[in-house]
């Protein structure tokens, strides 16, 4: 059956080519209709068949163009550096200089362990049901229909929930994409014009709207893949200067509070989660791997690229909020000088560079959407894509112009989705595959570190949700 292998990068602007591949069922991989409308496959070989043997879900994987261990590092990389490393200083602003630090390694870790058993699972669960790969949302229909009886129906349930947080999440940066867009720009056009003239945010917001209509109209990634190529060369170079003016007189680290107010603490689990997450593009990059099981382990693809990302991303915020203080502002180009030409420059690289990202960030939720209506609409079916493709980028617009604080909107998309996509489905999809009494281990240590993931999880989402909604409101 046909699969998308890879995808866009869920929030950071990164863009990993989707690969179409079409494998061929094996011996007892018929995919069958279960009573709750799956169609993945039902067989479930725990037990293997002496005469089939054990399957590896590895030799099976027929790909046109398999990634190397280089290539997978890379994409992970390009798909986990992005817009969100903007917002750390503003992260560490809500945790403090030294214990946001230690936050952000937590974090850091037990983002990336969530990563580990969301890709065992996948493999235990190709094993079973005699598939080469599955995607993020089939992995959790397929561990419900392997589960207990009692939440077998629940199966595709779970899969629409994690493709309605991940249309959430990623529409969710879409409109924090044009509020940063919006204001690197806004700075810049006051500097050159009359202070008379100087028009309100909401309409550089508007502004936007015929470019991002006519962008999204572009419905083939293949010719989206050069705005990534500008947007990470823009994005290079921009941090780049960041940089020499964040080195710049650096004041002491006495001068900074080391730990902030409790009360701040979810804004800056929102803000974090939201930076480091990358957990919508694992599967995809797993999936097309030439050697799938150097992903995980020691020291592992993924071990290499998310060591780097959160070095990169503690590095960044520890010194942007050490530079700015509490003046941090929620993307750190805004608190680069107004008046000189190079600091503009960087607004400028880095607003082009996230309004490429758009699209590119458009792409994976309007596939997923475009996916459950297209049947409906018959022989208009191009007519009714465009027409929907116009309606979302119009939402995104109008969320963006009534939610216009940058800072609080990341901490929400955050809290809001990757806390349910990063922690608790990854969790919950654990705990369900291995939930006979063996899988459990010694004293049932996997039940209860899941259910330590999953508290944790909900606690974030929970208040996280409750500070930047507060935010948005009082701000």
């Known amino acids: 059956m046909p699969q998308i292998i890879a995808q866009l990068d869920q929030k950071n602007g990164g863009v990993n080519t989707v690969v179409m591949t079409n494998y061929k069922c094996e011996k007892n991989e018929v995919p069958t209709q279960s009573a709750n409308g799956s169609t993945v496959p039902l067989v479930d ?10 399957y590896d879900p590895f030799q099976h994987r027929k790909l046109n163009h398999p990634t190397s261990d280089c ?3 890379i994409h992970l990389l390009k798909g986990s550096l992005g817009s969100g490393i903007l917002a750390m200083p503003l992260a560490f602003s809500h945790a403090g200089l030294f214990f946001g630090l230690f936050c952000t390694f937590a974090i850091g870790a037990i983002c990336t362990y969530c990563v580990h058993i969301l890709v065992k699972s996948a493999h235990e669960l190709c094993r079973r049901t005699r598939v080469p790969s599955l995607g993020f949302a089939e992995i959790a229909e397929t561990a419900f229909l392997a589960g207990p009886p009692s939440i077998q129906p629940w199966a595709k349930f779970a899969k629409a929930m994690i493709n309605m947080f991940l249309v959430i999440d990623l529409l969710g940066c879409c409109c924090v994409y044009i509020v940063f867009v919006a204001k690197n720009v806004k700075q810049v056009v006051d500097i050159y014009t009359p202070p008379d003239t100087h028009l309100d945010l909401r309409i550089h917001m508007a502004a936007l709207l015929p470019l991002l209509i006519l962008m999204n109209f572009i419905r083939n990634l293949k010719y989206l893949a050069p705005l990534s190529m500008i947007a990470n060369i823009l994005v290079a170079s921009g941090m780049g200067i960041t940089f020499y003016y964040v080195f710049s ?9 080391s730990v902030a107010s409790f009360s701040t603490l979810p804004a800056f689990f929102g803000t974090a989660i939201f930076a480091l997450e990358g957990i919508g593009v694992i599967m995809p990059l797993e999936n ?5 099981q150097h992903f995980i382990g020691c020291p592992g693809v993924l071990n290499a690229g998310m060591l780097f990302v959160v070095l990169l991303y503690a590095f ?6 050490l530079k700015y203080g509490s003046n941090t502002e929620g993307s750190i180009t805004l608190n680069l000088p107004e008046d000189q030409p190079l600091a503009q420059s960087v607004k400028l690289m880095i607003a082009v560079a996230v309004f490429f990202t758009y699209a590119l960030q458009f792409y994976v939720p309007m596939e997923i959407i475009w996916k459950a209506v297209k049947n409906n609409f018959g022989p208009k079916k191009t007519l009714a894509e465009y027409g929907i493709r116009v309606s979302l980028v119009v939402l995104t617009l109008v969320l963006a112009i009534l939610i216009p604080n940058l800072g609080a909107f990341i901490s929400l998309v955050g809290a809001v989705c990757l806390s349910m996509l990063g922690l608790i489905f990854p969790a919950i999809i654990d705990l369900v595959t291995f939930y006979e009494d ?3 281990g010694r004293f049932n240590w996997r039940l209860w570190k899941n259910v330590f993931l999953i508290c944790f999880g909900m606690i974030g989402f929970a208040t996280g949700t409750y500070v930047s909604v507060n935010d948005i409101i009082h701000g």
């Open 71 to 73: 290539d997978t590092l």
């Open 316 to 321: 960044t915020g520890f010194f942007g909020f």
């Open 288 to 292: 097309n791997m030439k050697t799938p």
């Open 438 to 440: 063996p899988g459990l």
């Open 249 to 257: 007189d650096l004041p002491s680290v006495v001068s900074r509070p």
């Open 45 to 54: 070989s725990r037990k293997n068949d002496p005469e089939i043997g054990e």
